[in-house]
């Protein structure tokens, strides 16, 4: 493994634009479950409560899902060592933007600037009525759904609701990446949810090389990966930034 981690941290130097693609496995050692796989919180919650129909027409039910899962729960999460590893290789300049399909907020709280939130953050909230957004420190998030300050409809989280669109500007830019990048790093991603799971296919299409880290393999490895650096996102993380030091 480690002349694997090697060889990657050499590709990574150099690569000219190196990007990363996140999924919900680099925020698992930070104590928020996936939401697959026995332990994931769908085999604890029903997935309808982020339906967004079903939000708007039954908001106290499923807010109260919403308050325990993205709140009181994700709320309490720190960035673990891969989140501040990634701050820390862009601020070196190895890495120019990470697309993350998280909406937990731990790559902000850990330093990266350049973030692509492909499914929205949990930590702003919008009006489906008027638009309008605010921080989650403007809200007071208690057992009632929160209520829009301009117009009093019911708010929602600035993420991505089943039956929603992708927020055209991150959708954008994710392609931009995607169509440049000559070398993008996947972690902690089944691959399995569309379309964020085309992001990687279509830098591979476009001849970047693809490095991926996951304990388990994913729908990418056997189809797109080229260097599969199987292992936890914090220790993998932290074994090729020891290399990509060593190697300067
Ligand atoms: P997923 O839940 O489908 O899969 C998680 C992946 O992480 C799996 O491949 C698993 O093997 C891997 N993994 C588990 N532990 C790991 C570790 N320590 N290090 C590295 N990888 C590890 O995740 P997904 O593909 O991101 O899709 C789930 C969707 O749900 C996403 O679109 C995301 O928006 C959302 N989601 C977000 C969060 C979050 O914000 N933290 C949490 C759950 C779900």
Redesign the pocket.
């Known amino acids: 493994m480690i002349e694997k981690i090697n060889q990657a941290a050499k590709s990574i130097k150099n690569a000219k634009k190196v990007s990363v693609f996140t ?7 930070s104590g ?6 026995p332990d ?2 769908w085999s604890r919650y029903d997935p309808k409560s982020l339906d967004l129909n079903f939000y708007l027409s039954n908001p106290k039910q499923s807010w109260k899902v919403i308050k325990e899962i993205f709140y009181d729960f ?1 709320g309490q999460a720190k960035p673990n060592k ?1 989140h501040t590893i990634l701050a820390e290789m862009e601020a070196q300049g190895y890495i120019s933007a990470i697309i993350t ?4 907020n ?1 790559h902000q709280k850990a330093g990266s600037k350049n973030i692509i939130e492909f ?1 929205g953050n ?1 930590q702003r909230f919008v009006c489906p009525t008027c638009s309008t957004q605010f921080g989650v420190h403007q809200i007071q998030i208690n057992d009632s759904p929160p209520i829009c300050f301009e117009c009093k409809n019911i708010l929602k989280p600035d ?2 609701f089943f039956g929603e669109d992708i927020p055209v500007a991150a959708f954008d830019k994710s392609i931009e990446i995607a169509n440049t990048t000559d070398l993008m790093i996947i ?7 569309i379309p ?2 085309n992001i990687p296919f279509l830098a591979k299409q476009n001849g970047a090389l693809i490095i991926e ?4 393999s ?1 729908n990418f490895t056997n189809a797109i990966t080229d260097s599969f650096l199987q292992g ?3 220790e993998i993380m932290e074994n090729l930034s020891k290399q990509i030091s060593k190697n300067t």
Do not use: M, W, Y
Request: overall charge negative.
């Open positions: 999924g919900a496995g680099i925020s698992v050692e928020i479950p996936p939401f697959r796989g994931g919180l994700f891969a399909q998280n909406i937990d731990l499914h949990s993420f991505i972690i902690g991603s089944t691959g399995e949810v964020a799971c880290i996951n304990p388990s994913s936890k996102a914090t």
